[in-house]
């Protein structure tokens, strides 16, 4: 049953606790900020697999793909009660045993995204450190990648334990500022400086490999998944209406399109054929781009956190599914579900008294799983292209497409007028395609490892 309409705001009246302060500038500055993120980095490596004109289309295409499963979530926004929608009460609503899935989506995605900053981390820091303190033979610790993987451990792990992480708000700031800076520095190196003697060659129309293609064009997903924030959005609009989420959807992804493709093209433009997968990493030593590598790092380090928290919650929510489900025995009491929090924001902001929250050993005992298992995959997994490729083709497919599409079959097919109907049909065909693209590219993956 549709609790909203669409064209207007939600018919039930809002709870005066709750005050929605969301206008479209802050939400486009919000959803860019989660879009905008690791990927950008790995959008030249993107475009050498692909070819020029190819990986620009892909990354065109992918950010469509992704704008419509966002539309979706927008219109699917509509059939939860008045400013309560997440993709857990949208699952209870339509299909309870996938909530489930959608945890596990979002355990996988999250904790793919922590291992990739640990992995830029160790590519950047080592980098810095030379360039601007060039240790002697002594002290050759210091720019080895698994020394600043390790030593990230003095911030991540303090602020991976804290239940509340309302300091770390001011992360949105810095990784716009870091972000911004990039691709500065990428654009400018691109036009002003001599780069024919050093530029390797470059393919305009044809890929090397059709391997390469279909390996790769999981990166461009993860690149724009940002799904997991929407319904956040959504509920914090002011005037919470389908015209004003298509206004914030539209022009989220069209910028944050466009500054991949800038990064994307100038980059590999700029270095060719032997162009890697950290950007940043390809720029000869000086202080410009020591500058960029540090603010990188310092940026991932601080929103470690951000990603272990959503993580966490997802992982005790799947235990208890499968404890109520009769997989897992309580010995000691019956567990109590707990609501999870519908976005990586609610976990910086939470709601205080919320039923069913973690004992504080299971806690303790679930974050170090996470934090000891991120390290490990962390210093084993060099590759930041190959993990994010496998972010993409798992996490990012599942949350992007299957579940936005699944949703919009489900409810919006429920009582849709016939002008409306294609929406039906398209969220399936949507969920399909994420299908589709999650078996090939996780095939492709795995097969080039073996």
Known sequence: MQYGSVHSE???????????????????????????????????????????????????????????????QGRCAFYAPARQASFFALASQT??????????????????????????????????????????????????????????????????????????????????????????????????????????PISLFKPARVSNVLSCFPIIVFAFTCHQNMFSIVNELQHRTAANINRVVATSISFSAFCYCLVGVTGYLSFGNIVSGNIVSMYPSSIATEIARFCIAFMVVLSYPLQCHPCRASLDHTYSWFQSSGFVKSLAHKVSWSRLPSSEEEMVHPTSGQPGS??????????????????????SVESLELMLAFVGST?????????????????IGADA?????????????????GVLVMIVSLGINIYLLL
């Open 395 to 411: 996490g990012s497919t599942s949350i992007s497409f299957i579940l936005p599409g699944l949703f919009a079959y489900k409810l």
């Open 95 to 200: 299909y309870p045993s996938l909530s489930v899935i959608f945890d596990i989506a979002i355990a996988v995605k999250c904790f793919g995204v922590g291992v990739s900053y640990l992995i830029i981390v160790g590519d950047l820091m080592p980098q810095v450190v030379q360039s601007l303190f060039n240790p002697g033979e002594n002290t050759q610790f210091v720019v080895s990648r698994e020394f600043w993987i390790l030593a990230s451990v003095a911030i991540v792990v303090p602020l991976s334990y804290l239940r509340k992480i309302d300091s770390l708000k001011y992360t949105s700031l810095v990784a716009l500022i870091s972000v911004g800076y990039l691709i500065v520095l990428v654009v400018a190196y691109y036009l002003f400086t001599d780069i024919s003697a050093t530029r390797a």
């Open 417 to 433: 007028s016939n002008s409306e109907d294609w929406l039906k049909w398209s969220g399936l065909a949507l969920c399909l395609y």
């Open 358 to 379: 973690m004992t504080t050993t299971r806690f303790g005992i679930v974050t170090t799983i996470i934090v000891v298992a991120s390290y490990i995959t962390a210093l």
């Open 10 to 72: 939600p018919l039930e009246p809002v709870s005066s606790a709750y005050q929605a302060t969301g206008t479209i500038m802050s939400s486009v500055i919000n959803l860019v900020n989660t879009i905008v993120g690791a990927g950008i980095l790995a959008m030249p490596f993107a475009l050498r697999q692909n070819s020029l004109f190819l990986g620009v289309f892909l990354i065109l295409m992918s950010g469509a793909l992704s704008g419509f499963g966002l539309f979706l």
